[in-house]
T-cell receptor
């Protein structure tokens, strides 16, 4: 059974720092991996999607990497800003089932001015 | 169309009452999902539609829950005889058919249900 774990559960950094959020999954047979952002009391915003055949995706100050064989993904945020404060969740589709995302519990990020 | 729309944003109800939520997906998206999320948890899959067909339903979903997407556009999620354990954020998401970048999910802002 696929399980997704995110470490750390919470992170507090000063503005301007580069930071890394970690996501691991137990079954490497994934279809793709997605990173989402969630603001308190709100829905989720898709940030990056990495196909199983890809190694990384970039969008602005965000870079997500995928090492499928080791069951790991990282989300790198460069030059963090207070507006980046949110919960970041990763989720995977298992290979053969792209209907149901398997979710981590998220990392709650606070960027302090 | 600016995104996935959910109504209402908040719903407070008494235990035992029925509630219905509505989701309007992005217009060209034929795939629609319902998730439930409680504080500090990741979203929990409830059900999935492709056009008007409900193709998958979580085994965790009791028979008090029913979802429809009658014309393959908007969807409704009904909870009958609500219980306090139903209190959660109910999220709707949609995406087009296809692979690759089309597999990105677009979420609405959710309906926060509180059962007193």
């Amino acid at each position: 059974k696929q399980e997704v774990t995110q470490i750390p559960a919470a992170l507090s950094v000063p503005e301007g720092e580069n930071l890394v959020l970690n996501c691991s999954f137990t079954d490497s047979a994934i279809y793709n991996l997605q990173w989402f952002r969630q603001d308190p009391g709100k829905g989720l915003t898709s940030l990056l999607l990495i196909q199983s055949s890809q190694r990384e995706q970039t969008s602005g100050r965000l870079n997500a990497s995928l090492d499928k064989s080791s069951g790991r993904s990282t989300l790198y945020i460069a030059a963090s800003q207070p507006g980046d404060s949110a919960t970041y969740l990763c989720a995977v589709y298992n290979a053969g089932n792209n209907r149901k995302l398997i979710w981590g519990l998220g990392t709650s990020l606070a960027v302090n001015p | 169309d600016t995104g996935v729309s959910q109504n209402p944003r908040h719903k407070i109800t008494k235990r035992g009452q029925n509630v219905t939520f509505r989701c309007d997906p992005i217009s060209e998206h034929n795939r629609l999902y319902w998730y439930r999320q409680t504080l500090g948890q990741g979203p929990e899959f409830l059900t999935y539609f492709q056009n008007e067909a409900q193709l998958e339903k979580s085994r965790l979903l009791s028979d008090r829950f029913s979802a429809e997407r009658p014309k393959g556009s908007f969807s409704t999620l009904e909870i009958q005889r609500t219980e306090q354990g139903d209190s959660a954020m109910y999220l709707c998401a949609s995406r087009p058919s296809g692979a690759g970048i089309d597999e990105k999910l677009f979420f609405g802002s959710g309906t926060q249900l509180s059962v007193l």
